[in-house]
C-alpha cells in the first residue's frame, strides 16, 4: 500500500518543495536602474562589472536585489559581499568543518543546544521511512504518518523538513477537522490528510519533523500577529568571546507564516543592535523595493518600535555562541515567544544579503576583514598541527 501511495502524487502540491522562480530581463532592468540612478546603462554596466571582479564577487542578481545601483544606499560598495563571496567567508571563517553536520541538521543543533539549557522548540513528531524506532513519535510509514495527523491535540503545530533552508517544505497547520478528515492551514486553507501524507512521502520521506505551534510575545502578536517574527542575530567570537556582529528582524505578513524574506509580501527590518528599536522597514528588494512605516495587515506602527527583552535576545544568542565555540561565525534567528527568549535554528553559513539589504551596509569593513584575516591563520595553524599528528602515527 505504502508503495502504491508513493506513485499517487496529489493533484495540487500541499508542501513547497523550491523557492519560485523570478526571471530578471537584463534590458528592461537596466533601463530602470539607470533612470533611478539618473545615468547612463552603460554606467551601470560598467559598475557591476567592477563588483562582480572586486573583493565582493556580486552577481548581476545580487546587484540588481541589494540596489547597488543606487547612488546613496551604500557608503562603500566594495564592502558589499554576493553569495559566492559569502560562502567563502563563512567557510574561512568557520574552518572547523567537522561540526558543519550538526548545524545542517535542526534536530541535532536543537537537541545539543537544549541539552545545555537553551530554549528550542523540541519536536513533536517525527517521519523518516523505514525506520525501526521504539520511539511513539517516530513515525516510519504512512500509516502512523496519518495517525499522528488526526490526533486533535497535536494541534496547532508547524512541520518542516530536518534539514531544509528557507523554510522551503514548511507549513503550519491550526487544527485537524476529524468529520472531513482534513488539516486547515494557519491560513485557512484545507487539505486532505491522504494529500499532505502523500506529499510527504514524496519530497521528504528520510526527514520531516512537526513541532507544537510557538505563540510571540504579545507586543510582537499586536503588530504581525500570532506567529513568530525572528531577528536574525549574526554573531562572531573573537579569541573565544562572541559578540553581536550584525542584526536585523524578519516580520511575517500577508498570508505567510514563515518569516523568510524571499516570500511576497513579508518584511525586513533594519534595527539598532544597541536598543532592538526598528530603525527602517521594508519589503522586496531591488527595483521592487518598498519602505513601510506600518505593517500592511495590522497597520500597526513599525519605525520606533523596539523588540521586546531585546538584551535577553542578544544574550541567549551570545551564550548560545559562547557553546558552539568552534564555529566563530553563527547566524542565530531568534524569537522572543510568550516564555521568553528561543533558538528557532542557527546557521553556519549565515545569508548576508539580509543584514547589507537593511542596513545599507556591506559587511567587509575594516573590523570584519581583519577578523577573516586572523581566523585564516588560525585554520592554517590547524592544518600544521594534524599533519605533524599524521606524520607521528
Request: hydrophobic residues 40%; aromatic residues 8%.
Amino acid at each position: 500500500m505504502q508503495t502504491a501511495l508513493k506513485r499517487q502524487a496529489p493533484a495540487v502540491a500541499t508542501i513547497e518543495t523550491a523557492k519560485p522562480a523570478q526571471d530578471l530581463q537584463i534590458n528592461v532592468a537596466l533601463q530602470k536602474m539607470a533612470a533611478i540612478a539618473a545615468t547612463s546603462p552603460l554606467s551601470i554596466m560598467r559598475e557591476y562589472c567592477g563588483l562582480a571582479f572586486g573583493p565582493g564577487q556580486v552577481s548581476f542578481k545580487e546587484y540588481t536585489q541589494l540596489r547597488l545601483f543606487e547612488r546613496d544606499y551604500y557608503p562603500d560598495k566594495r564592502a558589499v559581499v554576493g553569495w559566492r563571496k559569502n560562502r567563502d567567508l563563512d567557510l574561512t571563517i568557520n574552518y572547523r568543518h567537522d561540526w558543519i553536520g550538526l548545524f545542517a541538521n535542526k534536530i541535532a543543533s536543537a537537541s545539543y543546544l537544549a541539552a545545555h539549557g537553551f530554549p528550542t522548540i523540541p519536536p513533536l513528531g517525527i517521519y523518516t521511512e523505514k525506520l525501526a524506532s521504539p520511539s511513539h513519535h517516530v513515525m516510519s510509514d504512512v500509516d502512523a504518518l496519518k495517525a499522528f495527523l488526526r490526533q486533535p491535540e497535536h494541534y496547532p503545530m508547524f512541520g518542516k523538513p530536518i534539514e531544509g533552508i528557507q523554510s522551503i517544505g514548511s507549513i503550519g497547520f491550526a487544527r485537524y477537522d476529524t468529520g472531513k478528515d482534513r488539516l486547515e492551514t494557519v491560513n485557512g486553507e484545507n487539505i486532505s490528510v491522504d494529500d499532505f501524507a502523500s506529499d510527504v512521502l514524496k519530497n521528504f520521506s528520510q526527514d520531516y519533523m512537526f513541532q507544537k505551534f510557538l505563540s510571540p510575545h504579545p507586543a510582537i502578536r499586536e503588530v504581525c500577529g500570532n506567529r513568530l517574527a525572528t531577528a536574525r542575530i549574526v554573531t562572531l567570537a573573537r579569541d573565544g568571546e562572541p559578540s553581536v556582529f550584525r542584526a536585523c528582524w524578519k516580520i511575517p505578513s500577508g498570508s505567510n507564516m514563515a518569516d523568510n524574506y524571499w516570500r511576497p509580501g513579508n518584511l525586513l527590518a533594519q534595527i539598532d543592535v544597541t536598543t532592538g528599536k526598528v530603525l527602517r522597514a521594508m519589503s522586496g528588494t531591488g527595483l521592487e523595493l518598498a519602505y513601510h512605516s506600518e505593517h500592511p495587515d495590522t497597520k500597526a506602527p513599525l519605525i520606533g518600535i523596539a523588540i521586546p527583552r531585546w538584551d535577553d535576545l542578544k544574550q541567549t544568542a551570545i551564550e548560545a555562541a559562547r557553546l558552539m565555540r568552534h564555529m566563530p561565525l553563527i547566524g542565530f534567528d531568534m524569537a522572543m515567544s510568550e516564555t521568553g527568549p528561543v533558538v528557532v535554528e542557527m546557521n553556519y553559513n549565515p545569508d548576508f544579503l539580509l543584514n547589507q539589504l537593511a542596513d545599507g551596509r556591506g559587511v567587509l569593513d575594516a573590523e570584519f576583514s581583519a577578523f577573516v584575516a586572523g581566523q585564516k591563520r588560525k585554520a592554517a595553524e590547524r592544518t600544521k598541527m594534524i599533519k605533524r599528528e599524521v606524520r607521528q602515527l
